[in-house]
């Protein structure tokens, strides 16, 4: 049995996936690793990158898009290990990084699920790690009630999050970002994994708050560190991102919270939507004058 199994749910990122197969090829002398890849039909050739860089990694293509969290669920339905880490394609392992974190769990039996420091290629610590949104923060983000009730909001965004907390220290955490979550595979499997009614976004938040709900903790180790070049998949498509943010913001309010207040973020949000979208299209005017 393998120690630690690798999930990895790619779409169209095969330069980056390239990167991070040899970042973990590298770590192959320290543990003995199964790695699993979902390929939602890409269309730049990563299933033959993969089968040619590591050609003993087990490649899932399901024939379509299965989205972050579908993609996920079949990779980690596949895992044999104790042990399974949800990656995202566009990171880099960092040497110990695997040893380091699976020790951690090991040695800490009341933990379900570790994440680690991320930083960016150029080693720029990325903030992640955050409290489970609630109702109000939802609210006062992404409504116009944020820009009456400012105070309010930023003392919400503050804990939302850790604000003041700089990434340097080991702790308990709410959320842990789903580019980087390694868990206890029967965790993982006795809450279901990933909801799948969540495509891109809120997938995390969701799945560590069931995590919690079994009287587990999520931990944050500081002296571990990961490279991650965000939002890789999604740079092609931040029309369709952004209404995918919403709606499964949606999804996740009303799962967690009702679905009458899920109705009313709803149709709070809308003219934010509305105006992001404006703001898109006059940008991309300028830039068809400007050329």
Known sequence: MPELSIVIVNYNTREALRRC????????????LEV?????ASNDGSADMIRATMPDA????????????GGNNLGAAQASSEYVFILNPDTIIQPNTLTLMLDYLRAHPSVGAVTCQLRGLDHTLQFTCSHVPRYGDLLLTYTFLGLLLSPLRDHYTARMWY??????STRAVEVAPGSCIMARR??????????????????????CKRMLATGC????????LLLHEEHVSTRHMQSAARHIYFDDMLIFCSKHYGALPALMLRLLTMPTLWLMELKQRQASRKQKISV
């Open 21 to 32: 197969l040899e970042s973990i090829q590298a770590q192959r002398s320290e543990l003995d």
């Open 36 to 40: 699993i890849v979902v390929d939602n």
């Open 58 to 69: 087990k490649v899932i293509e399901p024939g379509h898009n299965t989205w972050f969290s």
């Open 163 to 168: 604000t003041g907390w700089q990434r340097d």
């Open 186 to 207: 029967t965790l993982y499997e006795r809450i279901g994994g990933f909801d799948e009614t969540l495509k891109l976004y809120y997938t995390e938040d969701d799945l």
């Open 217 to 224: 903790e999520i931990h944050f180790v500081a002296d571990v």
